[in-house]
């Protein structure tokens, strides 16, 4: 059975950071490695870490952005399978000893699904990621695709000697969002599995990356940089993984192109990219929302209904069609369970 290190990367979110180390510490699976990164924060959470002396190791650095934690985090740890955790999400007691179960020589990364919860830890009735689990070969998906549903950094379990291959990421470029690089790229050295299990939890707060309770065209537009960067990274090691990425591969992304669609709407005088026009966006979107393999029947047209209305509507009805997709917590049960 091989090693285990959770490694926690924590920058000022002392308000959730006990509970994920005592998620961390609680495995049932024994003898697990807990390292805990702190990135120069600047609230309460070294007074938490303090409190489990002895139970875990503590790295203290000054600011360096996640990557640079991440880093730093495979550096300290021992594990020969690697648990990434965010700081605002949690484990559950068993996950270690599940993904230990599926594991095997060759096998790169576990994935594993996650539950929303809200700030206060409590269930908001849907899970992450909410499309369909994928059980084929997720290079090939990768390519076509442009992307993969895949949890953050929390709900996956690598392979040390992948990461090492990959890691250290590079920080400058990747100060946000170096989880992006590691799952895009490590299914193309091994074999990578999908647990259909819940065995964690993605606290769901308004401050995430991936998840926002009103718009907000700056990450929005971060997100949108976010495709940018992996499509630059999967470029740049095409040569040694053996592969050929096509020419419109971010193009092929449903997710990516809504995100720009909706920039151009909400704010067409400093949208990033200056050669789109919303037709264009739409019929594009269309295309990729049909062929999206991942999707259910129902969102892919959903998809391809939306990309139609928000390009022709005036602009109030196509800022309300727009958070309606993006804004997962605004959405209604019934719109919710239309395009699960």
Same mark, same amino acid.
């Given at each position: 059975?091989?090693?285990?290190?959770?490694?926690?990367?924590?920058?000022?979110?002392?308000?959730?950071?006990?509970?994920?180390?005592?998620?961390?510490?609680?495995?049932?699976?024994?003898?697990?490695?807990?390292?805990?990164?702190?990135?120069?924060?600047?609230?309460?959470?070294?007074?938490?870490?303090? %409190?489990?002396?002895?139970?875990?190791?503590?790295?203290?650095?000054?600011?360096?952005?996640?990557?640079?934690?991440?880093?730093?985090?495979?550096? /300290?740890?021992?594990?020969?399978?690697?648990?990434?955790?965010?700081?605002?999400?949690?484990?559950?007691?068993?996950?270690?000893?599940?993904?230990? !179960?599926?594991? %095997?020589?060759?096998?790169?990364?576990?994935?594993?699904?996650?539950?929303?919860?809200?700030? /206060?830890?409590?269930?908001?009735?849907?899970?992450?990621?909410?499309? %369909?689990?994928?059980?084929?070969? $997720?290079?090939?998906?990768?390519?076509?695709?442009?992307?993969?549903?895949?949890?953050?950094?929390?709900?996956?379990?690598?392979?040390?000697?992948?990461?090492?291959?990959?890691?250290?990421?590079?920080? /400058?470029?990747?100060?946000?969002?170096?989880?992006?690089?590691?799952? =895009?790229?490590?299914?193309?050295?091994?074999?990578?599995?999908?647990?259909?299990?819940? $065995?964690?939890?993605?606290?769901?707060?308004?401050?995430?990356?991936?998840?926002?309770?009103?718009?907000?065209?700056? %990450?929005?537009?971060?997100?949108?940089?976010?495709?940018?960067?992996?499509? !630059?990274?999967?470029?740049?090691?095409?040569?040694?993984?053996?592969?050929?990425?096509?020419?419109?591969?971010?193009?092929?992304?449903?997710?990516?192109?809504?995100?720009?669609?909706?920039?151009?709407? =909400?704010?067409?005088?400093?949208?990033?990219?200056?050669?789109?026009?919303?037709?264009?966006?739409?019929?594009?979107?269309?295309?990729?929302? =049909?062929?999206?393999?991942?999707?259910?029947?129902?969102?892919?047209?959903?998809?391809?209904?939306?990309?139609?209305?928000?390009?022709?509507? *005036?602009?109030?009805?196509?800022?309300?069609?727009?958070?309606?997709?993006?804004?997962?917590?605004?959405?209604? *049960?019934?719109?919710?369970?239309?395009?699960?």
């Amino acid at each position: 059975m091989p090693s285990v290190s959770i490694v926690i990367n924590n920058y000022n979110y002392a308000r959730y950071l006990g509970a994920a180390i005592e998620s961390a510490l609680e495995q049932t699976h024994p003898g697990v490695e807990v390292v805990v990164v702190d990135d120069g924060s600047t609230d309460e959470s070294r007074e938490i870490i303090a %409190r489990y002396e002895g139970e875990l190791r503590a790295i203290y650095q000054e600011n360096q952005g996640q990557a640079a934690a991440l880093n730093r985090g495979l550096e /300290e740890s021992r594990g020969e399978v690697i648990f990434f955790l965010d700081a605002d999400d949690l484990l559950h007691r068993t996950a270690v000893e599940e993904v230990l !179960e599926l594991w %095997r020589p060759g096998v790169v990364k576990i994935q594993f699904l996650l539950e929303v919860i809200d700030a /206060e830890g409590a269930p908001r009735g849907s899970r992450f990621p909410p499309d %369909r689990v994928w059980r084929g070969d $997720l290079r090939d998906l990768i390519l076509n695709l442009g992307n993969y549903p895949s949890t953050g950094t929390t709900g996956n379990a690598f392979d040390r000697r992948a990461l090492e291959r990959l890691m250290p990421v590079p920080e /400058e470029r990747w100060r946000r969002q170096p989880d992006s690089y590691l799952i =895009l790229l490590i299914p193309f050295l091994g074999e990578a599995l999908w647990l259909d299990r819940v $065995l964690g939890a993605y606290r769901a707060h308004g401050e995430n990356q991936w998840t926002m309770e009103e718009l907000d065209l700056e %990450r929005l537009r971060e997100q949108m940089e976010g495709t940018v960067l992996r499509e !630059e990274a999967l470029r740049e090691w095409a040569p040694e993984l053996g592969i050929e990425v096509p020419a419109d591969w971010k193009n092929r992304n449903p997710n990516h192109l809504q995100s720009r669609l909706a920039s151009l709407r =909400l704010e067409p005088s400093t949208h990033p990219y200056p050669e789109d026009r919303r037709w264009h966006l739409a019929w594009a979107g269309l295309q990729a929302s =049909l062929r999206a393999p991942t999707f259910s029947a129902r969102k892919r047209l959903f998809f391809a209904a939306w990309f139609g209305l928000a390009a022709a509507a *005036p602009a109030p009805i196509a800022e309300g069609l727009i958070e309606l997709s993006l804004l997962r917590s605004k959405r209604p *049960p019934w719109f919710q369970r239309l395009v699960s």
